[in-house]
């Protein structure tokens, strides 16, 4: 070996003083371990340059960054095994002072010692005891001075399952003892646990690999089936290289050829039936830390290999579950969800996958976990040679229903039927005799519990899909998506889901004539005149308010009124907002929703859930503007805010409100004159942000009757909360105005400038249309009623949108007040 070591290093241009070896052969002893001089001068080179990459900063270097690394890692295994034990034995003259050049020294030499030692080198009992004993003697944690695993696993690779013996017994045990020890002394780390189950199994060998699984409470909710008389040793050996997924951000190719073969040997249905009943039985809490989870992790890469269609739902909803936050911590697992959406991202089964992004990029609002789906769904849609936009239209499930939106389920003789609305989903049950059940009977929850659960899964599935895609059509306008005709009809008519949406929605087709306004009904439109065919060729997108003129809008809203229909979005009675004269005149922003007062937390909430981004604002370097991203038209929408000087903070010392100022549109330049702004875009954004307002404006809060901190904002509570109606406000008076005649207390209600005004028993009430606060007249007299649970007879009201909150709390405060005397709560009598 003495010449190949002499061409080594002369490759490498010499030892430290840039002479040739003297002898290649020649070598010292050190803690009894043979250490080539030679090898040491290669692992002297290659420190040299990694500190050159370095340049006198802290931070890792990777080996393929040096140049003489490709010419070691090539060589003759006796030789990487002298370079792997000359990179880990200390040396007299080594120096472990913090300095970032002794920093990358060490780091260096451990990286060349845990890449060398990845392969199946030819150790000895003796060279393996000795480099277990340093690992014992090393004075600190293992974690970051040694290469303590590499060691391990050259053992493990060397012994292949044998019991060890002799020196390298002993070494092992000793190391054992001090593992035990120092976990005794401090709380065990995953790292120290991890390594202490692997000595162990070593000292146990036996002919399979009978390593314990890592410590922590997901290892035993799996530990059962490792009793499995059949398959036992096949899922210990599925589960510790699972485990091995730890904090790698994804799976290496050979890892998951690794795990597939071990996942043959089990079967495919029978670890995906597993997989998904670990992952709903699993929460991962932050504020417990379990080292086991790395196994789900492990599992859930794997399992993008599974042709298994019934994965994608289960792994989606894990994923929610993980990136749902913790108050005061954070989210629930960020290490597991991204595994998730990995996952999905890579799965056989594209399509159901695509669905759950897209779902999951409706659900989940936080800036990084957005980020991370666009770019998964990304990754998908090239995967499957598609786009983004093409991939959503084509990869929504149809859920098993029919045509007409519906399945039904026997349970023997009780069936249970999902019917899919425009605004939500309808169960029904029916009894042997088809008579209509409140509930599923008890034979049914104690008979089939599987299917029952299965069931009520099916419907949260629709319901979640149904709200997403509700959603997404919201968005087409500020997208500009348009449809060819034929792709329009296999996207919404020909699919059992969103055709049930489709067929509420008022649609503009654009062809070689004048744009067609109309509604699908069967296989036909419906316009304003009459009934037509779908037109051949053309396209089509969602009709929008400002696309007609005033008086065919309001000629839509009366025909979805007549015809009793729930729209998914709020379509025919969408507020617009066009330029006013005001506006033009200052040119770059509005100042029509400044000098409000909104409360922050909700604020934010609000900001995530519209697709802005908005962090808070407190007494610390985070000032931010609430904006949103308008990629398709080159801009983005700003809000400025800030915090209410001298307020009330949280807990976390951020203010509790804002002050709020310009709304404006800004390019790469700067702010874009709003005229420029196209017209249905200006109207959505600044929709966006009346929304902010009516929602989050203190005039909403009755603790703010006194005008907050001080009574500073008691001017601005009592303007605004009976004040003038904005947009919103304004649209929900004229549509309590033509559902009030048709509501069985029309004779106690009045639809006045500003309010609903409601004729009681004892006294009269007014309603305001924009903050729903009630004042006792003819004293103007403030009535404090929190939104409760609201009475049957609001319940029934069939409205012509979803999604207005403040439109049911009006009508339900009018239905109670119409009667004072079957009041009950005792704060609402003491005010009356």
Known sequence: MTGIIGRIVGLLGGGRDGHEPRNASETRRLDGLPVSTEAERIVARLCEEAVAVRAGNYGAVKLSDLASWEAVKTGPDDLLLEVALASIVPRPHDSY?????????????????????????????AQLAGLIEQCTAYPYSLQYGMPAPSILGAAERVLEGRSPDGVLRKAIETLQRRLVRDGARAQQTKFDATILARVAALLEGGGTDRRALPMGAFSATVAPVLEDGK?????????LHAAGAGEKAKPAAKWLADGKALVAVIGTDAVAARLVAWMEATTPDPARPDASLDILKGLIWLSAAFDEARLAGPIGRFAEKCFRKVPGIGARSVKLGNAALWTLSETVDGE????????????????????????????????????????????????????????????????ATLALQPDGVDVEWRGADGRVLKAPPAAVQRDHKAGLAAFKQAVKDVEAARATQAIRLEQSWQEQRRWDVAAWRRTFLDHPLRRQLALALIWRFDGAGDPVTAMPLGERLVTLAGEMAIPETGTVRLWHPL??????????????????????????????YVLTDAERRTGTYSNRFAAHILRQHQFRALCQARDWRFEFLGGWDSWNVPHRALPHHGLRVEYSVEAVDNDARSDAYVPLHLATDQVRFVDARGPVPLEAVEPILFSE??????????????ANDPGWTDGGPDGRFGGYWREWAFGDLSQSAETRRALIAAIAPKLAIADKLEVSEKSLIVQGKKQK??????????????????????????????????LPFAGDSLLSIILSKAFLLTDETQIKDPTIIAQL
């Open 97 to 125: 002072a913090h300095t970032p050049k002794s920093w990358t020294v060490n780091e260096t030499r451990k990286t060349i010692a845990s890449q060398l030692m990845r392969k199946k080198l030819p150790f000895t009992s």
């Open 547 to 576: 696309d007609s003129d005033p008086a065919d809008v309001l000629a839509w809203r009366q025909k979805i009124v007549d015809r009793e229909l729930t729209q998914p979005i709020k379509q025919a009675h969408r507020e617009i």
């Open 231 to 239: 398959h036992g040793d096949a899922w210990r050996a599925l589960l």
């Open 685 to 698: 954004c600044l929709r966006d942000v009346d929304l902010f307002v009516a929602v989050t404006s203190v």
């Open 352 to 415: 159901g996958a695509a669905a759950e992004l897209f779902r999951l990029r409706a659900k989940l609002k936080l800036p990084s976990v957005q980020k991370l789906l666009d770019a998964r769904l990304a990754d998908l849609a090239d995967k499957m040679g598609s786009s983004v936009a093409v991939l959503e239209d084509g990869s929504l499930p149809d859920f098993g229903l029919s045509a007409g939106g519906s399945a039904t389920f026997p349970f023997g003789d009780v069936t």
């Open 765 to 798: 009430y007014a309603i305001h249309f924009g903050s729903s606060n009630i004042q006792i007249l003819p004293s103007n007299r403030y009535l404090c009623i929190v939104p409760g649970r609201s009475p049957q007879e609001a319940d029934k009201i069939k």
